[in-house]
């Protein structure tokens, strides 16, 4: 169905090929990844981006390191290649997973590659099944809300929450989606409305202020997560917080869709989870153009924490976790 491929790795050349999001929608450009710190910058200036794609190519970054310089240099990109960003634990849950295999690898090239290859191939199967779980609460007719991006181009499957989207249109359920732009970097606008509409998906794109006046057209909102507690709260795209509060104002579900490794069982609360907070200039620049005061101060968090309270439920490759979360998450293993 996707007519993209959002990361490839090439074996006979050594290199990753990323689809460029920065140049999205206008252009579709792929860079070619040469060492850990083209990764590290890929990463870090959002060329890739989106909680499970990040954890993937880190993990074949550290595998292009250790065909370049063995066990040595494949340790030092796991050390450059977690600080890229701080937020989405799936980066250092696939690099925990690459430092676990190099500890462990009298071979590290080969084994790094194949357990990159893993970490891909189990996020693809993460997006299916959440998409046939997810696809269960969507009805004919529905009208979707959705935040940032965690479609195709935040993972290398389906997407998480436009997983769904995609697998309840293949059932011929007839949808409406309103897409909130995001800003400041509009993965909403640049994006979704990119992924669903090469996709057939009809999709309205809206400012996130505008978010309020229409909620009450619609039957579920479903976001991403870039880290959930083990009390259910959950770290998504700046501004998900306060589509969940108008949500719960009209009586409108909000749903979470996440895979397995986007859940960080050592923190107890979203209090704890780390915040990134990016260059001032995403916000007093648009495109191009300075379009705030200089003496004005900024703030550019990157991320919000939605409260587990506001959360109806949270999709995952395994089931639809419901509140409590402090039990329902624990007992996730016997599902
Ligand atoms: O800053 P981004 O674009 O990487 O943020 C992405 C999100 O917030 C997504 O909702 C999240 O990573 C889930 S992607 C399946």
Redesign the pocket.
């Known amino acids: 169905m996707m007519r993209f491929r959002t990361i490839e790795y090439d074996q006979n050349k050594n290199e990753i090929i990323i689809l460029d999001q920065t140049a999205l929608p206008n252009k579709e450009v792929y860079l070619h990844l040469r060492t850990a710190e083209d990764v590290y910058h890929a990463i870090r200036n959002?060329k890739v981006?989106?909680?499970?794609?990040?954890g993937v190519t880190a993990a074949y970054g550290v595998a292009l390191a250790a065909r370049h310089g063995g066990s040595d240099l494949a340790g030092q990109a796991c050390d450059l290649l977690n600080s890229a960003?701080p937020t989405?634990v799936n980066l250092s849950w696939a690099l925990g997973r690459m430092r676990n295999r190099l500890r462990h690898a009298p071979e590290p090239c080969e084994e790094l590659l194949a357990e990159a290859r893993a970490i891909e191939t189990e996020d693809k199967e993460a997006c299916t099944r959440i998409g046939a779980i997810g696809s269960g609460l969507i009805k004919d007719n529905c009208r979707i809300m959705v935040?940032?991006?965690?479609?195709a181009l935040?993972?290398t499957g389906i997407?998480?929450?436009l997983g769904i989207i995609y697998t309840a249109k293949q059932q011929a359920k007839d949808l409406t989606v309103y897409s909130c732009e995001t800003r400041p970097?509009l993965?909403g606008a640049r994006l979704t409305s990119w992924e669903l509409t090469r996709n057939g998906v009809r999709t309205f794109t809206i400012c996130d202020g505008m978010a309020a006046a229409f909620m009450d057209r619609m039957d579920i909102v479903i976001?991403?997560?870039?880290r959930i507690a083990r009390n259910g709260d959950v770290a998504?795209?700046i501004g998900?917080r306060g589509l969940a509060i108008i949500a719960r104002y009209h009586g409108v579900p909000f749903y979470v869709?996440?895979p397995l490794s986007?859940f960080d069982l050592t923190l107890a609360s979203g209090t704890q989870i780390p915040i990134e907070e990016r260059d001032p200039d995403e916000v007093r620049v648009f495109t191009d153009r300075p379009i705030v005061a200089d003496e004005a101060e900024i703030h550019n968090p990157?991320?919000d924490i939605t409260p587990a309270g506001l959360i109806t439920g949270i999709i995952n490759e395994r089931c639809v976790l419901e509140p409590p979360y402090e039990k329902t998450i624990q007992d996730i293993d016997s599902v």
């Open positions: 959002m981006r989106g909680a499970p794609l990040i960003r989405a935040h940032c991006n965690a479609g935040a993972t997407g998480t929450a970097l993965q976001v991403g997560a870039d998504n795209k998900t869709a996440a986007t990157a991320f």
